[in-house]
């Protein structure tokens, strides 16, 4: 009973974690670029930074978090028209 109880508390601080999401995404113009940071800012503020790099041909975009799924960040940006398509994940210490 105590392991469980300890992997239950790790699997909770581990959720806690500070982790940079990467996605290619389908922001191609610094107008999108706008916009999707414009959103994050106004709607998302678990986001504590994000990036879209448009030199990139997969616009890739990276943001750090320590709260925010990645299955709610992509239905939240499909309602903009935004497509986003998980690449990655790292916890940073």
Known sequence: MEIAVILNAYKLVMMKA??????????????????????????????????VDLDDEDAIFRFETEECSVEYLTDFLQRYNIQVHFLDRFVVA
């Open 18 to 51: 500070r982790q940079v999401l990467i996605f290619k995404s389908s922001v191609k113009t610094e107008d999108k670029k706008n916009f999707l940071m414009q959103l994050v800012k106004t709607h998302l503020p678990q986001v504590q930074d994000a990036t």
